[in-house]
């Protein structure tokens, strides 16, 4: 290389490095510029107040008056005759109250009694014995027994009489103090009583009833 071509490169360089710093100072000086700059408008608005005066409101217009009301309309006074007479006062009388009307329960009719019965034709009958009732137990029906131990009393009966006349049952109302005395006095009459049978109020032959009694005494020789 020649030197000429030495000189010239070596202006190149300088030449690129002026241009790079005086190209960097620009924009330094742009930066700092700005900055300064936007700065300034930022102070500005901080301490910047604006004061505007309030704006009055437009006033709304009054409301139109009211119309006024109409008079009432008044009917004329009525003319009063004061000469009127007072029309007559009645006296109205109001009656008591009237007392509850109890209603009276009549007592039941009396019920009559029935009328009685027709009188029968026939007077009704008891039972009589036929024949002689003291035959039908004597000394000969004394029994061994009680004639042995020599046995006495009275036994009292009642018989029922069927409606033919014969005995169909016989009870010892009172005893003799002997069972055998009382036992062969109702035997007795039972077999051997004979009797005319009851009759009711139509005459016609009914059950009836009959009492007596038997002296049981042992025969003295």
Known sequence: MSYADRDRTAENTV???????????????LIVGLAAEGIQKVIKKVTTVDIKKEEEKPKEPPPPPKKAAAPPIVAPPVKINVNVAPPPVTTVTTPPPVAPVVPVIAPPAPVPAPPPPPPP??????ATPRGAPGNWANANDYPSGPLRREEEGVTRFRVTVGPDGRVTSCDVTGSSGSGELDSTTCSLITRRGRFNPATDGEGNPVA????SSVRWQIPKD
């Not at 030449?15 to 000086?29: D, E, F, R, Y």
């Not at 034709?121 to 008891?126: L, N």
């Not at 009836?208 to 009492?211: H, K």
Request: no cysteine.
């Open 208 to 211: 009836g009833a009959w009492s």
């Open 121 to 126: 034709k026939f007077q009704p009958k008891a």
């Open 15 to 29: 030449g690129v490095v002026i241009s790079s710093v005086l190209l960097g100072l620009l924009v330094a000086g």
